[in-house]
């Protein structure tokens, strides 16, 4: 039996998990990439190396000016925010519960049941999460074989599969893989035959879509 890192291809970037370790991603990104690091060993270990260093600057520039009983205070609440890690990480019991992670599971508020998709056409849904920022989040629900709407972007988008995969030019992605993609790339993520396919898309702008239904409903649909 291999575990769900073992089938994870595609990583986040070191700038990514950089900006992450720092606390400047906006808020739509850092919920993506802490959702990949949640089912990732790999991001989660360079993660960890990321904060280490950080950790290390922060002491040295920050060490003249504590008060005491500070670093007291700090540890108490990383211990709390440890508990609290601890408690909503065990996987809960049920079908679709299982498709997303503990970082999505707060933005929904609940499982799969619970997401309030809207159709933007082709059969594909999705659902904005609440994000302050330009950034946006979003799930997307793609029908097996269906194409995402052929889409440009302003900056940089990161997608991460929560279920099912999606083919993308010639790599594939399957669940807990993430795609990063910037303005330079014109791409059709098409989700397999066998599934549908939901991901957490995660924008820097709104996306671009290039055919002419698409973009007269985008300014209706937040796309
Ligand atoms: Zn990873
Ligand atoms: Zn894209």
Redesign the pocket.
């Known amino acids: 039996m291999t575990s769900m890192t073992d089938m994870i291809n595609h990583h986040l970037t070191d700038a990514l998990l950089m900006a992450y370790s720092a606390g400047t991603l906006p808020e739509a990104f850092s919920l993506a990439v802490a959702t990949h690091v949640s089912m990732c060993d790999e991001c989660r270990a360079r993660l960890g190396a990321y904060d280490t260093v950080g950790g290390a600057l922060l002491d040295e520039s920050e060490t003249a000016t504590m008060e005491p009983g500070s670093l007291e205070a700090t540890l108490a609440l990383i211990a709390g925010s440890e508990e609290a890690r601890g408690a909503t990480a065990p996987c809960q019991v049920g079908s679709t519960d299982d498709v997303f992670p503990a970082p999505v599971r707060d933005y929904v508020g609940g499982g799969l049941d619970d997401v309030k998709w809207r159709p933007i056409g082709m059969g594909v849904k999705q659902a904005i999460l609440p994000t302050v920022g330009d950034a946006e989040v979003r799930l997307l629900h793609i029908p097996a074989g269906v194409a995402m709407p052929d889409?440009g972007?302003t900056g940089t988008?990161i997608?991460l599969v929560l279920k099912g995969a999606f083919i993308d030019d010639q790599d594939r992605f399957a669940r807990g893989d993430v795609e990063v993609?910037d303005e330079k790339?014109n791409?059709t993520p098409v989700a397999d035959i066998g599934e549908d396919c939901i991901c957490l898309a995660a924008t820097e702008a709104p996306?671009k879509f290039k055919g002419l239904m698409p973009r007269i409903a985008q300014p209706f649909l937040r796309i």
Do not use: G, K, M
């Open positions: 889409h972007h988008e997608t993609a790339v791409h996306l």
